[in-house]
């Protein structure tokens, strides 16, 4: 009774989650292929200790599990590609120059890959998962100060970006 | 100096555009904003970051990924009592053969030991007592 009672949270909380979690790692893995993977993975992680899992916490833990998988698949990566030199990187990424919304969409997640895995964290859980301080700081395991403060260093962080992209766009046009 | 550049309310004033602050921390910092053009600037900054990060467009989760996971999810862990179950009876079943081997297999040595020993004593006797035919 209490498994099958478990497995409709389950395929509820897939459901609901999924797609959130989905663009969460799209954001910061910035690889269709590897944001579902970590996705698969999450989900099968939190399915074996669900009962261990409050309730009320399932989303948190969800972002803490995802988190933690992708910060994991970006220090390999990092390691791997300590070989590739940067003239390729620009290459391949003028190659695939967006458009539109898919255009804003590499914006975003250009910056936000910028960030510190846990920067970029707080900004997702803040912004996008519209959780409060009291709830991000559960999920990160921290206090709500630590948040807040945190999350000031991300913005002017994200603030510095931004206004990078905007100088590289207007050179860009300038150049066309 | 550090008077024109900074403001002791600006660590405030993220946690007052997320609604973070109790009413009354909130009233004071609207308040002091409405006549402080730092933190006029500085909550004019922040709020570019919210602007920037709204424009991200959510994309769909590829089709039939819920479905893959529902399914892996469902081979590897649908069913841990009968998992377990699975196991204790193989588990039990081998410690029963196993016991029920040595049983048997000392049963069988204890059998056989004493035939011999009372055939070979009983022919040696017999042959020594000359009861032996040749």
């Keep these: 009774m209490k498994l099958s009672m478990n497995n409709y949270k389950f395929e509820v909380l897939l459901q609901n989650e999924s797609k959130k979690l989905f663009n969460y790692l799209l954001k910061i893995l910035r690889n269709k292929e590897d944001a579902e993977d970590i996705l698969q993975e999450t989900f099968i992680a939190f399915h074996k200790k669900m009962d261990s899992v409050k309730e009320t916490s399932y989303k948190s833990y969800l972002f803490r599990t995802a988190y933690h998988k992708a910060l994991n698949l970006i220090k390999k990566r990092n390691a791997k590609n300590k070989l590739v030199t940067n003239y390729n990187e620009m290459e391949h990424f003028e190659d695939k120059q967006p458009k539109n919304n898919e255009q804003q969409n590499e914006l975003v997640k250009d910056a936000l890959s910028q960030l510190k895995p846990e920067e970029a964290l707080l900004m997702e859980l803040q912004f996008y998962q519209k959780m409060n301080y009291k709830q991000i700081a559960e999920t990160l395991e921290t206090t709500q100060s630590a948040v807040d403060s945190k999350l000031v260093r991300a913005k002017k962080k994200l603030i510095k970006i931004i206004n990078e992209q905007k100088k590289m766009q207007e050179n860009n046009l300038s150049i066309v | ?134």
């Design chain 2, 1 to 134: 100096m550090k008077q024109n550049n900074e403001c002791s309310f600006e660590k405030k004033l993220n946690a007052y555009i997320a609604g973070e602050l109790s009413e009354m921390e909130h009233n004071k910092v609207r308040e002091h904003i409405s006549r402080c053009h730092l933190c006029q600037n500085e909550i004019r900054t922040l709020q570019q970051v919210d602007n920037f990060l709204f424009q991200y467009t959510e994309d769909e989760v590829p089709a039939g990924l819920n479905e893959k996971i529902l399914n892996s999810v469902s081979k590897s862990h649908s069913n841990p009592f009968m998992r377990k179950v699975v196991s204790f009876s193989i588990a039990a079943s081998v410690l029963i053969s196993f016991m029920a081997g040595i049983v048997l297999s000392n049963g069988l040595y204890a059998e056989n030991t004493d035939s011999d020993i009372t055939i070979g004593e009983d022919s040696l006797y017999s042959y020594f007592e000359g009861d032996y035919d040749v």
